[in-house]
């Protein structure tokens, strides 16, 4: 059982960090993780009562985080309140600090520094000695007590109170900046109306669209937000898709057309169906799919969450050695010197900036590739398609449109055409693969299913049909191959051969055009130095015709389902362990190779619900330009992420350095730790700011 809590006010990493760490110690509870991006603890838990779980949470969280809050429902991401209690006495400590600033030197100076002292850190402090006594030392309260109450022992007063007070303020903007980062990232995927107008004999009714059933009629005005999947009864207008697919065209529709919850009707007033309830809804899949995306944690993330634990003892240690060491064995060393410089060490140990900085930036490339139609279902996936140099694409349906037309029949001296494309049809009346689908139209009459005795699917052939008391067989030159049938008569390679009681009986050949875009995306994947492959079933004539018209690398053609996770396997060998393998599949034939690929997608069109559930990525506008753009959009995510780390690694090395030789203060260790964490998160905000040229290029 999976259960999602929000945590209102949760604004800390490292306290995030803590969260996850007690939650996954809870009774029934198997994995907790909490997603600092938007907000959230996810548990799996075994069946329990839920009232007791979340109090039991809200002690830890308590805890930990006093005034954090577990709610069941999603809070609205509002501007905070920045005339709260705790602000008010924290700028008192700031009043109180300037004025003791233009005080002459005495004991009152010192005395009211103290005052601003306490009020502008009397929280941190109190933190600092609950998280003591619960065995947990190693967090920024801790080293922000130890840091100023040491400078407070060598008689730095004004450096004590000024520095909690630069880290207070930094802590305030982190929060701010935190808040701006949630609230972009939530407006980019906050497409699910609210209120949907109920069609009733007196006109319209405000309803929740929870309480929407199927089969209720539902009035759409012009502007507003379609509330649920539905089909149109009345009316006609212009929808803007693109908050579902990326697609900036309107798209037209009228009577008796499908139509999904999300997109805005433009013009016409519409009266709709519902075909499925709210949580049913496309939008909402979409939606539960982003907001979960970031519980699957990225290999970078996972490594700062780790290297954070390491990371704060080993300099704390570092800075005990420092304060310690030179005084006892140099003569010349100043206690109070070497002391101070500890104390720059302290604060400068704080992990912040690297752990709230990649889990948003990975948040934000997930939020922007939904923004442009492109579903990733976690971190870890985005990072995967930034290592992508390898793009194995199926044939039929993801290259080509899929839409097949009969474009000749072969048939031998003892059939018509008419007959050979009769018993095809008949055949394939069960099949929905496009091919069949494509003869049985071309058939154009009414298949009597009583005639057909039995039905054999040949997995990778094709299938054996008894029908009129005569066997049939329809398939691909292997399936004739395997029953000893010589289809040698045939000059031109054919999609489908027929055989009628074990006699070859005639071919089909059908044309499946280039689907559009498909060439284009080939292209700017090789100017992005990525190999291209197709694998296919289809016979190796038609696969490198349509292989040499798009310029694909590598074609590999008649395969069996099994033998594409061959392919892949091999294709695997040649590959090291930091590249990786996409595989671009139509999300059900291809299930297989889909799994075995470090990343599947899915030319999932748009309400697929096999697309959406077994792929890693899907592309909602079926457009094969969105690879590219996924790829583009996870290069740049990862691109800004190692940024936010280079640059919290090299500030804090700098200080670092600077500290042990006694050149910097603790105003520059403070903007070590706090300054550089705001920088980063503003940085990862850039991640949302990709646009879309006319060419569908990511920028």
């Known amino acids: 059982m999976r259960l999602?809590?929000?945590?209102?006010?949760?604004?800390?990493?490292?306290?995030?960090?803590?969260?996850?760490?007690?939650?996954?110690?809870?009774?029934?509870?198997?994995?907790?993780?909490?997603?600092?991006?938007?907000?959230?603890?996810?548990?799996?838990?075994?069946?329990?009562?839920?009232?007791?779980?979340?109090?039991?949470?809200?002690?830890?969280?308590?805890?930990?985080?006093?005034?954090?809050?577990?709610?069941?429902?999603?809070?609205?991401?509002?501007?905070?309140?920045?005339?709260?209690?705790?602000?008010?006495?924290?700028?008192?400590?700031?009043?109180?600090f300037f004025i003791a600033l233009l005080m002459p030197k005495g004991t009152s100076k010192n005395i009211l520094y103290i005052i601003a002292y306490l009020l502008a850190g009397f929280e941190v402090i109190a933190q600092a000695i609950?998280?003591?006594?619960?065995?947990?030392?190693?967090?920024?309260?801790?080293?922000?007590?130890?840091?100023?109450?040491?400078?407070?022992?060598?008689?730095?007063?004004?450096?004590?109170?000024?520095?909690?007070?630069?880290?207070r303020t930094g802590e305030f903007l982190q929060s701010m900046a935190v808040d701006r980062s949630r609230r972009s990232i939530s407006a980019l995927i906050d497409i699910k109306p609210e209120i949907a107008h109920g069609k009733t004999e007196d006109g319209a009714v405000d309803i929740p669209v929870e309480n929407i059933a199927i089969?209720?009629?539902?009035?759409?005005?012009?502007?507003?937000?379609?509330?649920?999947?539905?089909?149109?009864?009345?009316?006609?207008?212009?929808?803007?898709t693109s908050a579902l697919t990326g697609?900036?065209?309107?798209?037209?529709?009228?009577?008796?057309?499908?139509?999904?919850?999300?997109?805005?009707?433009?013009?016409?007033?519409?009266?709709?169906?519902?075909?499925?309830?709210?949580?049913?809804?496309?939008?909402?899949?979409?939606?539960?799919?982003?907001?979960?995306?970031?519980?699957?944690?990225?290999?970078?993330?996972?490594?700062?969450?780790?290297?954070?634990?390491?990371?704060?003892?080993?300099?704390?240690?570092t800075a005990a050695l420092i304060a310690t060491i030179p005084p006892i064995f140099v003569s010349t060393a100043d206690f109070s010197d070497w002391f101070y410089r500890a104390l720059v060490f302290l604060v400068i140990s704080c992990p912040c900036a690297l752990v709230v900085s990649i889990p948003l930036g990975f948040f934000?490339?997930?939020?922007?590739?939904?923004?442009?139609?492109?579903?990733?279902?976690?971190?870890?996936?985005?990072?995967?398609?930034?290592?992508?140099?390898?793009?194995?694409?199926?044939?039929?349906?993801?290259?080509?449109?899929?839409?097949?037309?009969?474009?000749?029949?072969?048939?031998?001296?003892?059939?018509?055409?008419?007959?050979?494309?009769?018993?095809?049809?008949?055949?394939e009346h069960a099949s929905s693969h496009p091919i069949a689908r494509s003869i049985i139209q071309s058939y154009g009459k009414e298949i009597n299913q009583s005639e057909i005795d039995s039905v054999e699917e040949l997995s990778g052939f094709g299938v054996k049909v008894s029908w009129r008391k005569r066997e049939i067989l329809v398939g691909s030159r292997r399936l004739m191959q395997k029953f000893n049938i010589d289809v040698s008569h045939t000059q031109k390679e054919a999609n489908?051969?027929?055989?009628?009681?074990?006699?070859?009986?005639?071919?089909?050949?059908?044309?499946?055009n280039i689907k559009t875009g498909a060439k284009q995306a080939i292209n700017r994947l090789k100017t992005l130095g990525i190999k291209t492959v197709m694998l296919t079933g289809d016979s190796r004539d038609i696969a490198e015709r349509v292989g040499l018209e798009l310029g694909i690398d590598q074609i590999e053609a008649e395969l069996l389902p099994h033998q594409k996770v061959e392919e892949l396997?091999?294709?695997?060998?040649?590959?090291?362990?930091?590249?990786?393998?996409?595989?671009?599949?139509?999300?059900?034939?291809?299930?297989?190779?889909?799994?075995?690929?470090?990343?599947?997608?899915?030319?999932?069109?748009?309400?697929?619900?096999?697309?959406?559930?077994?792929?890693?990525?899907?592309?909602?506008?079926?457009?094969?330009?969105?690879?590219?753009?996924?790829?583009?959009?996870?290069?740049?995510?990862?691109?800004?992420?190692?940024?936010?780390?280079?640059?919290?690694?090299?500030?804090?090395?700098?200080?670092?350095?600077?500290?042990?030789f006694g050149l910097a203060t603790l105003w520059e260790a403070v903007f070590a730790d706090v300054g550089v964490t705001i920088l980063a998160v503003i940085n990862s905000l850039r991640i949302i700011t990709a646009k879309k040229k006319k060419d569908n290029r990511i920028l």
Not at 139 to 155: K, P, R, Y
Not at 283 to 302: G, H, Q, Y
Not at 409 to 427: D, Q
Request: charged residues 20%; glycine residues 8%.
């Open 496 to 512: 489908v051969y027929i055989a009628v009681d074990g006699s070859y009986a005639g071919a089909i050949i059908l044309v499946d």
């Open 215 to 240: 089969g209720d009629h539902l009035l759409v005005y012009p502007g507003e937000r379609i509330p649920v999947d539905g089909r149109i009864l009345e009316g006609s207008s212009s929808l803007d």
């Open 130 to 167: 609950r998280n003591v006594l619960r065995g947990q030392i190693f967090d920024e309260n801790f080293l922000m007590s130890i840091a100023t109450v040491g400078a407070l022992a060598i008689g730095e007063f004004p450096e004590a109170a000024s520095v909690m007070i630069f880290y």
């Open 4 to 96: 999602a809590y929000h945590l209102e006010g949760l604004d800390c990493p490292s306290c995030a960090a803590k969260i996850e760490t007690a939650a996954s110690k809870l009774e029934n509870v198997k994995k907790a993780t909490v997603d600092f991006s938007s907000g959230r603890i996810l548990l799996e838990t075994i069946e329990t009562e839920q009232t007791n779980l979340k109090d039991a949470l809200q002690e830890i969280v308590t805890t930990v985080e006093p005034g954090v809050i577990i709610s069941g429902q999603k809070a609205n991401l509002k501007r905070p309140n920045l005339f709260t209690g705790r602000n008010l006495i924290f700028a008192g400590g700031i009043l109180g």
């Open 364 to 427: 934000g490339g997930i939020g922007s590739a939904s923004k442009h139609g492109i579903l990733v279902k976690g971190s870890n996936y985005l990072q995967a398609l930034s290592e992508v140099d390898t793009v194995v694409f199926d044939k039929t349906g993801t290259l080509t449109s899929g839409n097949f037309s009969v474009q000749e029949i072969f048939a031998v001296e003892r059939f018509t055409k008419g007959e050979v494309l009769e018993f095809a049809a008949h055949a």
């Open 247 to 317: 697609e900036s065209v309107p798209r037209n529709v009228s009577e008796g057309e499908e139509i999904l919850a999300g997109c805005i009707n433009l013009s016409g007033l519409l009266t709709i169906e519902a075909t499925k309830l709210v949580a049913d809804s496309a939008v909402s899949r979409i939606l539960d799919l982003v907001e979960n995306a970031t519980a699957n944690k990225a290999p970078t993330e996972d490594f700062i969450t780790t290297f954070a634990k390491f990371y704060t003892p080993v300099v704390v240690g």
């Open 569 to 660: 396997d091999l294709i695997f060998e040649s590959k090291n362990d930091k590249n990786k393998v996409a595989f671009v599949g139509d999300g059900i034939n291809d299930a297989p190779a889909l799994a075995k690929a470090h990343v599947g997608v899915a030319m999932g069109a748009l309400g697929s619900e096999a697309a959406i559930e077994t792929a890693d990525v899907v592309l909602m506008n079926d457009d094969l330009k969105d690879i590219v753009n996924a790829i583009s959009i996870a290069k740049r995510t990862n691109k800004i992420v190692w940024q936010n780390v280079a640059l919290a690694f090299a500030v804090k090395l700098i200080v670092l350095l600077l500290g042990g």
